[in-house]
């Protein structure tokens, strides 16, 4: 199908920690693999993508790593700050079409 | 670079009431969504344009929702009659052509029907 499972939907970890939030899908069509980042009351943005042929990416903090043979991606933020939290959305693409998971509270505590 | 933008920010109206929302999308892109998101169901792809052309109105909630695009600047999405279960925040986004490109989303606008 085309759903998304996001997990943890909320995730709470102190100042300087590292935070991990994982997706799986089921599609084998999927080929692409963003992340969204969306503050309150804000829109999404972008902030890290990975394409089918490329296992991990690194951008400073945050990195993304992708097993297209069990079907699960993941997003990696090192060295936590109060700013980083919000929502965290994975989506997977396929045939044009954005599906989004259903999104991951982070709290940084400082 | 203006962004997506959407009109109005905020709309409060009574159910029953025609609600039409606005968007222009960034110069360019050829590819426009509406996406609507709610705590419960997050975020859901409404409706797909590609040059213009809706391609995919599946999630299109029922016949009370309508969506146009008339030119490469400009759609909306009308609701009529509306209901209070519609109360969302709803986002256009548009990308360059092609399933691997970003979405950028506007601002959105917050529905609230009572």
């Known amino acids: 199908g085309e759903n998304v499972e996001q997990h943890p939907s909320t995730l709470s970890v102190q100042e300087g920690d590292s935070a991990v939030i994982k997706c799986t899908y089921s599609?084998?069509?999927?080929?692409?693999f963003p992340w969204y980042k969306q503050e309150l009351g804000k829109r999404p943005q972008l902030i890290i993508d990975i394409r089918s042929n490329v296992g991990e990416k690194k951008d400073q903090r945050i990195a993304v790593t992708l097993n297209k043979t069990a079907k699960h991606f993941s997003l990696h933020i090192t060295e936590t700050q109060p700013e980083d939290s919000a929502v965290y959305f994975c989506?997977?693409?396929?045939?044009?079409?954005?599906?989004f998971g259903k999104g991951t509270l982070l709290t940084v505590n400082p | 670079d203006a962004g997506v933008i959407q009109s109005p920010r905020h709309e409060v109206t009574e159910m029953g009431q025609e609600v039409t929302l606005r968007c222009k999308p960034i110069s360019g892109h050829n590819s426009l969504f509406w996406y609507r998101q709610t705590m419960m169901r997050g975020l859901e792809l409404l409706i797909y344009f590609n040059n213009n052309v809706p391609i995919d109105d599946s999630g299109m909630p029922e016949d009370r929702f309508s969506a146009k695009m008339p030119n490469a600047s400009f759609s909306t999405l009308k609701i009529q009659p509306s209901e209070p279960r519609d109360s969302a925040v709803y986002f256009c986004?548009?990308?360059?052509?092609?399933?691997?490109?970003?979405?950028?989303f506007g601002n959105g606008t917050r529905l609230t029907v009572t």
């Open positions: 989506a997977r693409g396929s045939n044009y079409k954005l599906t």
């Open positions: 599609d084998s069509a999927s080929n692409y």
């Open positions: 986004a548009s990308s360059l052509a092609g399933e691997e490109s970003p979405l950028h």
